[in-house]
């Protein structure tokens, strides 16, 4: 049972924009949420969070184009990415974080996005 899927890749040109939704198959409503993404041959890297609390973290590359959203009620995560530059290609995962209520890291399978120049 996959616990987490996104949505919302694709191919778009530099200066774009696109939002990514990742859904959970259970309650996110006590977790941190958040966004990586990776490159083939590089280690996954931190994008954004958001906890439970709403309070938001971002990586430094993406702050001030990127926001990460919850809506708890329909278990849904989103980012919006704008002004995309080619080097945000990537494949972008979810991550729901462990909770006390709900243990253990949970990742989605991902969606490409690729930005051309």
């Known amino acids: 049972q996959v616990e987490l899927v996104e949505h919302g890749g694709g191919a778009v040109q530099a200066g774009g924009s696109l939002l990514l939704s990742c859904i959970s198959h259970t309650t996110i409503s006590a977790n941190s949420m958040g966004w990586f993404r990776q490159v083939p041959g590089r280690e996954r890297e931190f994008v954004a969070q958001?906890?439970?609390?709403?309070?938001?973290t971002y990586a430094d590359i993406v702050k001030g184009r990127f926001t990460i959203s919850r809506d708890n009620a329909k278990k849904m995560t989103y980012l919006q990415m704008n002004n995309l530059k080619p080097e945000d290609t990537a494949k972008y995962y979810c991550?729901?974080?462990?909770?006390?209520?709900?243990?253990?890291?949970?990742w989605g399978l991902g969606t490409q996005v690729t930005v051309s120049s």
């Open positions: 991550k729901r974080y462990s909770s006390n209520s709900i243990p253990g890291d949970y």
């Open positions: 958001i906890t439970s609390a709403f309070g938001v």
